[in-house]
Nanobody, 124 residues
Framework: QVQLVESGGGLVQAGGSLRLSCAAS????????MGWFRQAPGKEREFVAA?????????YYADSVKGRFTISRDNAKKTVYLQMNNLKPEDTAAYYC????????????????WGQGTQVTVSS
């Protein structure tokens, strides 16, 4: 069983930056691929970024965040990060981290574990 807890959300002006963190419990964090998803009010959940298990050598991004967001992981701290730069009002959403064994995917339905979410609000 893996528990995920996000933090780092908040209110920021357009063009600003935030770094989200997702702390995991359990002894096998390095065996999990991790992803970030977001959901704005009235919209469906959408994929943001994912990182491969173990060394995190492979990363994946939604086109809407490519070049602005960076996903990374620190297995010693059992934490995955989402650095968000040049934020835009359309990035406003609740952000969720998710984990699944081994293979990263952009499909949210394939993740086994989810955090409770952290709100990001970008003002114009």
């Amino acid at each position: 069983q893996v528990q995920l807890v996000e933090s780092g959300g908040g209110l920021v002006q357009a063009g600003g930056s935030l770094r989200l963190s997702c702390a995991a419990s359990g002894r096998t964090f390095s065996s999990y691929a991790m992803g970030w998803f977001r959901q704005a009010p009235g919209k469906e959940r959408e994929f943001v970024a994912a990182i491969s298990w173990r060394d995190g050598s492979k990363t994946y991004y939604a086109d809407s965040v490519k070049g602005r967001f960076t996903i990374s992981r620190d297995n010693a701290k059992k934490t995955v990060y989402l650095q968000m730069n040049n934020l835009k009002p359309e990035d406003t959403a609740a952000y969720y981290c998710a984990g699944r064994p081994y293979t990263a995917t952009t499909e949210g339905n394939l993740y086994d574990y989810w955090g409770q979410g952290t709100q990001v609000t970008v003002s114009s």
